[in-house]
């Protein structure tokens, strides 16, 4: 087994969120302008120089600073699978870049001394930012090694792309979600899954015996991780070889429908749901349902397992442009334009949340008063705002009061959102108030 | 070693050419309905059945009838660079399908019996064509796996877009054709290339102990492939890890410049010196000097080695209708609409073609009278007709007299053009004559 995890205790980063780590006493890391991947120049020259090359069979591509140049360049670490746009021509996003933001200013949680959005963007290791107001960009900005015409790891923002096609499956009368998991994947009966709701996968209340915490060499993280890697496996490696085969293996823990429990093989299960029922495979999904509507500039990719299972979990990589197009579109209620390509039964739904009871379970000290619904976190905060979130600093935050969509992309050296959100969740508010203080 | 080939035995397919294998005797393979990827459901379903997955870590992806399926799915198999179109809108392409392409007949080498240009898609188990007249299309076909907002792998069609690359950078002067190649790349210095001019390289001059030699597991085309695999290395393999690893070690084998040898690596060097002139990889120079500009619709991607070079020899991808857009830019000598693309003297470079002398030593039977300029094959027949090769029939043909371009996309079981020449060759100059026909 030592071989398996050689070369993939550092892919789980990619492929998986710890969230539900602690925050930590932060060690000493290159900052944002000292770790610019393009100033240290990874990955230039012919052939690049033999410290500044990011490899994928070792796992170095995920270490920090070689992170923040692999964020924006996963397909040339891995395969991948398309999310095609079509080839039609894009719809163009107006920009009005015309307000103040670098300069609005908010306390971080734990702080005194306020500091500007601009200040921020370091503070997070943002790799690209684009706000949105009125529907039209009020703000874009790129850093290190991502451009407007390169893609970005999204992480966990993947689940809330998975949770929003699954939820508009449901209200295509596809998929019913009081209808047991092992309904529509009788190979997840004797699973942890095979007695849970759909709905409880889409919560994630289900109870499962699943470890993310990645100190422990036995978590079961591990052993996803292990299954889904694309590399060839070692010979003596006799465990799951790809992502449906692992998942059958997930172990009861508790009592579903009672505590949020953040894991990522929530998403892949309903991943798979959403494939066996739709008979296709989730970008092909994502491609038709949205992609090809939405008037995208660019394909979308996802990261996929040895057999060609796109990571359903957190391996979608897109356009900064087109994260905002997406958010944009969650905010409209799924109209764009005049087409209404979500449901806006299916935001509703997204809207509404998931139990306040069971998301305070979740160890979310950060975030008191949210819920989880449809992979979505809900702040129920008196903007009804609600977010994507993925590890490094990913978001797609949605504020329906100020009509305000931000996207970032970001490549903090520590993974946890818990350490981003005291630099992002103030600031997200700060800018909100901004914008609807000048209308 | 052993372990080397194991998983790369296959890939060579898709990282080398090898056309200079004489035609052989068909085995019995599925014909191209019976192979159909789409109809025998490879890669379908979640899983896929266990008989119809494509798998790189073994090799089977490369595998016909599994081929079929891959060479249009090549990033689901492997890491990937892309070939940025940027994000602008593309520029339209004109149909006017109203020729009777489909019924034009003649008659295939060492046949008698005349077939139609449709029969002949069939026997060459052609995925995709297109053919270009007077700069519109007046025919366009898909057939299994590939679909028109899908890529194909281009084979060594990509050595013509490097030699296209490499003589624009010559008529812009950061190229010298008369230097030796040790003169841009160093590292060249005691290799076969180290007294090899530039030019001989572009031509495929050079005088290479290199065989590509499929059936001879010591032919060095075996380690080149193994070196340029991305996956990870077997613990007890001392070769060279990248393509700039393996290059130095071409040993020289007769006198450059006195006959045309087919050989891979030439392409290689010749992307490293692009790569070096300019201090990009040679995706970006793609992106930079002609799909940024040429109003395609979708990105193309290059494989790449395990350091992220992209495969200058055999590993581009891209869609069949850009593949068009491109052969439509070589016939109008460079010009796209008003813009000046490649420059005209780069065109007459290719089209003046190289060394029939040389040529006729290189062990072509079937392409008598033709010659090899900057990585083009030029028929020299009374058309002036040049076009782009690839294996399992990837094809772009430019017929300046008929003002018409064909490209084709193909998943032959058989690698070499010799199999695929006998119904191509003529059903091009059947078409070309039947276009000047009806105007």
């Known amino acids: 087994m030592k071989q398996v995890y050689s070369y993939s ?21 290159l900052d944002a302008e000292q770790s610019d991947p393009v100033k240290m120049g990874w990955m230039v020259g012919s052939p690049p120089q033999a410290d500044r090359i990011a490899r994928f069979d070792d796992g170095s591509f995920f270490q920090f600073p070689a992170l923040r140049w692999s964020v924006a360049h996963m397909r040339q670490l891995m395969p991948t699978i398309n999310v095609s746009r079509g080839l039609g ?16 200013k908010f306390v971080s949680l734990g702080e005194t001394k306020p500091i500007t959005w601009k200040e921020s963007l370091q503070k997070v290791y943002a790799d690209g930012v684009i706000v949105m107001h009125h529907g039209k960009i009020v703000y874009e900005k790129y850093f290190g090694a991502l451009t407007p015409d390169g893609q970005h790891g999204a ?10 096609l699954g939820i508009m499956l449901v209200k ?10 092992s309904h529509y994947i009788p190979e997840l009966k004797n699973s942890a899954f095979g007695d849970a709701t759909v709905r409880q996968v889409m919560d994630m209340t289900t109870a499962l015996q699943f470890s993310e915490d990645y100190a422990d060499p036995n978590a079961e993280i591990w052993k996803f991780s292990a299954a889904g890697n694309p590399l060839p496996k070692p010979k003596d490696y006799d465990g799951p070889k790809t992502y449906y085969e692992y998942l059958p293996t997930v172990k009861k823990n508790g009592v579903h429908g009672e505590a949020f429990g953040y894991k990522t093989v929530n998403s892949d299960v309903l991943g798979w749901i959403i494939a ?3 008979g296709k495979t989730i970008n092909e999904v994502l491609s038709e349902k949205i992609w090809r509507k939405l008037g995208v500039e660019q394909d979308a990719y996802y990261s996929v397992d040895a057999v060609g299972t796109p990571f359903a979990g957190g391996g979608l990589n897109l ?6 197009r997406f958010g944009q579109l969650i905010l409209n209620n799924g109209k764009s334009g005049t087409q209404q390509i979500i449901p806006k039964a299916a935001i509703d739904d997204i809207r509404k949340g998931g139990s306040k009871k069971a998301f305070a379970k979740g ?14 976190w809900i702040t129920n905060n008196d903007h009804g705002a609600f977010c994507a979130r993925g590890v490094h600093g990913q978001v797609v935050y949605v504020d329906p009061k100020a009509d305000m969509v931000i996207v970032r992309f970001a490549s ?13 969740l103030p600031a997200y508010d700060a800018v909100a108030k901004y914008l609807l203080t000048i209308k």
């Open 9 to 29: 205790q550092l892919f789980f980063c990619l492929i998986l969120c710890w969230n539900n780590l602690k925050a930590q006493e932060k060690p000493k890391y």
């Open 89 to 104: 021509n894009s719809v163009a996003l107006i920009t009005n870049d015309t307000k103040k933001i670098d300069d609005v």
């Open 155 to 164: 992480m966990s923002v993947t689940k809330s792309f998975t949770g929003t």
């Open 172 to 181: 295509e009368g596809l998929i019913d979600t009081t209808k047991l998991v």
């Open 276 to 278: 066996r029922v739709t």
């Open 319 to 324: 356009g900064l442009r087109d994260m905002a």
């Open 363 to 376: 160890g979310y000290p950060l975030l008191k008063g949210w819920s989880y619904r449809d992979m979505w």
């Open 412 to 424: 903090n050296p520590l993974a946890s959102n818990a350490v981003n959100d005291p630099y992002s």
